[in-house]
């Protein structure tokens, strides 16, 4: 058979699903949220979304506010009212109904909060300010494993991504409270201005547990000190995309015989890991393994001891009384995200619980809010979006046959998930006890996931039906070692998915999103997994290079967007967003023409299907930010900032310029020779 005719057979795998009928469907769109003063082709986010963003300025208690927080706030009023409807009822001890609401109604008791004020954590603050050496606090270390403890490194077991069936632990890079690097040593005013109020606050937090100003700042000092080292040999977030640099496979002995101060086999054993399933293990970045080695083996045991009480107390301070609460927000939220005010008590209360019992409000929530017609209709568009990407990589004439042939194998291999799972996780074992305190029960639950995810991974295969976000979440995914597309219930509802919105809408939203997700298993790091999910180079090396050289493009196109006077946008770190973008749009456009093209759609409110689709897309980014999130996000975030995720990408879609019209002159206009080209 024919190459090309083998290829055009793999990318339609199965009839495209028809259009539901639109006869009886709205547009989707709201022509308030437009702002038709502003001219399409010179600044296409402002027209389509400038009336949204003046209905709906920043809130207090927000850093960034658009359409899709706005989703994830209608989402925890939603969780909220489930919480708040299991405590006008009875259950019986030990089901996970009496557990969510004994737990949520702890979270919301600022009486019994307020009494226990800061005691919950002042007995391992005490072990740990009578232990006098390394050993002893190595001691308290191990004893805090199975509920969580300090580290300066992160391991975890989780699927190997050369063996793709099957888990391994994997060692990475970890100690830095600021996450990453960037905030300890870059010296840019902004940057220096967080780095001496984290300093500040640090002191503060110790001085609140009850340290004398004195004794807070030399403690201070330790961990800064301690932190400093960290980030000096840490990567940064861009370095952390390539997966290949980071995995770097060892046996346990020689971890061991490398880096012996880190300790991993007692650790892993103090956490529940038999050292049978440590025999073989990943590294992620070396580099850094070598310099915490060197770290930890000169440390004093007041710096070890600091630095431990400065993580316990930081990670607590949110599970506490007022005080300290409000202390954690006056840093994290006023100085590094620019928020004016906090979040009220129910909305905290609410994520802490969703955080650590998500899956089972999950469960709730997915039986009052998502009806089984959602669903079908997501499978209609999913398997429509999957065609159209089928076609466009047949269709590219930089890619040889042969590698087109492995790339239509892996997107005809995805697996989808939708909704919510097929199997709920079992919480029998998990225990609530109203009599013990807010933070001792949070600490209770993270023992409890840390036992389960032991259990469940270690000498066991890959589980390809566990769910990495639960059914309520805002957002969607794709898992390469599962070689997985993931749309949970909670984002299924406008502005992504509208079941009374025609298909110019529902393409123009959630098919782009569904679009994206795909395109992750071809991007820059998406695409060096296969069809099992395992990591090589599967591509004809001019394939290869051809890739790099149109990716390369991108980079370079959004390392000059100016996303503040002072501040480039970071076009390495965000590429593989950028690339889902772009390929979400141009597949989703695709599939749109092919479900419509029997049933052309009608002009609706003087706009036309084409139209409908990119006002769609850009409604879903349509928001307010303040300049502290700007600069946070930038550095941390591997997705652009939403105003460039709309005038960043469109600018390089040719069907845009067509639907409205756009035209040399016009500020946002490429000439199409310039323009960024991929899929």
Known sequence: MEMKKLLLMMAVTTMAIPSMAQ??????????????????????????????????PLPAAYSRYGSFDRLAENNTKRINGILKE???????????????????????????????????????????????????????????????????????????????????????????????KDYYLENDPATTKIREAYKLHIVKMFRLFGFKTGAAQKKMQNVMKIEMALAKVSRSNTQLRDPKANYNKMTLQEFQSKYPHLQLEQLMNAKGIDS???????????DFMAGA???????????????????IINGAANLLNDEAAQASFDFYGKVMAGRKENHPLWRRATSQVEGVMGEALGKIYTEKYFPASSKKRMTTLVENLRIALGE??????????????????KLNTFYVKIGYPDK????????????????????ECNRFWNKWQINHTAGKPVDKDDWYMNPQTVNAYYNPTTNEICFPAGILQPPFFDPEADDAFNYGAIGVVIGHEMTHGFDDQGRQYDKDGNM??????????????????????????????????NGRLTLGEN??????????????????????????????????????????????INEAEIRNRTKSDPHSLSRWRVNGALPHIDMWYEAFGIKEGDKMFIPKSERLELW
């Open 392 to 409: 466009r990589i047949a269709a590219q004439t930089w890619m040889d046959d042969s590698t087109k042939v492995n790339a239509l194998l």
């Open 23 to 56: 006869q009886q469907l709205k547009s989707g769109l709201s022509l308030a949220d437009m702002d038709q003063s502003a001219r399409p082709g010179d600044d296409f986010f402002t027209y389509a979304c400038g009336g949204w963003m003046k209905a709906n």
């Open 276 to 286: 049978k399933y440590l025999q073989t293990l990943v590294v992620g970045q070396p």
């Open 536 to 569: 090589h180079d599967w591509w004809k090396a001019e394939d290869g290079k051809n890739f790099t050289e149109r990716t390369d493009r991108y980079v370079e196109f959004f390392n000059n967007i100016k996303v503040l006077p002072d501040l480039n946008a």
């Open 579 to 624: 690339l889902a973008d772009h390929g979400g749009l141009q597949v989703a456009y695709y599939a749109l023409k092919n479900a419509t093209k029997t049933q052309a759609l009608p002009v609706i409110d003087g706009l036309t299907p084409e139209q409908r689709f990119f006002l769609a897309y850009a409604g879903v980014w349509a928001g307010n």
């Open 424 to 443: 709920w996780t079992d919480m029998s074992e998990l225990t609530i006890d109203p009599s013990k305190s807010y933070y001792d029960n949070m600490r």
């Open 86 to 180: 299991l405590q006008e009822n009875s259950y019986a001890e030990g089901t996970v109904e009496r557990k969510l609401s004994d737990l949520y109604k702890m979270a919301v008791d600022t009486d019994r909060r307020e009494k226990d004020g800061l005691s919950p954590v002042q007995p391992i603050l005490k072990r740990l300010e009578a232990a006098k050496t390394t050993s002893q606090l190595f001691a308290i270390q191990k004893e805090m494993m199975p509920a969580g403890a300090p580290m300066f490194y992160g391991a975890g077991i989780g699927a190997d991504e050369m063996n793709a069936t099957q888990n391994i632990l994997g060692v990475n890079q970890g100690g830095l409270t600021l996450g990453q």
């Open 293 to 311: 080695e060197k770290v930890i083996a000169g440390l004093s045991a007041p710096a070890y001891r600091d630095w431990m009480e400065w993580r």
